[in-house]
């Protein structure tokens, strides 16, 4: 796995990063630059109490970037729902109908359907297993997915790596 490829798998890992839930890594950089706002206009606002309307200001920004990921989520789970839990992890583009393995018709990432599976039932199906276990089926299904968008090969065969073990 080359380094963007690891870098991309701690994000996922570590939830800075969650194209099954929306959150890109820009809107994650977005949030904390308004989170930083919105702290700043709160000590300035008690500083300097003829400003608070700074406080309004800025809060409207960090009520948007939160609101729009739980918006997203709900409907993203709603349609994972109905589809089998089958959507694809990138862009979220509904893969029912489709082969169990692919190229995702939205945005051309290859997809396997046990990956894509494990990680939109682990994001939002109600029961949820020991936290270790769930990290490292996620930890899994996401290291398969950029081995498949990565165009990762087996070096001993040059052939492409199937089989996960998910």
């Not at 409907?75 to 694809?88: E, I, N, S």
């Amino acid at each position: 796995m080359d380094e963007r490829s690891h870098n991309d798998l701690q994000l996922l890992l570590e939830k800075k990063w969650d194209p099954v839930r929306g959150v890109g890594k820009t809107l994650g950089k977005i949030r904390a630059f308004c989170v930083t706002l919105f702290m700043i206009s709160i000590f300035v606002s008690c500083l300097v109490p003829y400003v608070a309307g700074l406080y309004y200001i800025m809060a409207i920004p960090l009520i948007l970037c939160a609101i729009q990921p739980a918006l997203t989520a709900r409907r993203t789970q709603a349609r994972a729902k109905k589809h089998g839990w089958f959507l694809c992890p990138w862009c979220r583009y509904t893969l029912t109908g489709l082969d169990d393995t692919g190229t995702c018709p939205e945005c051309g990432n290859p997809y396997e359907k046990q990956a894509c599976v494990v990680l939109f039932e682990s994001a939002y199906r109600g029961y949820k297993p020991d936290p270790i276990i769930l990290k490292q089926r996620e930890s899994k299904a996401w290291k398969r997915m950029i081995e498949l968008r990565d165009g990762s090969t087996d070096s001993s065969t040059n052939e492409p790596q199937r089989g996960s073990g998910l």
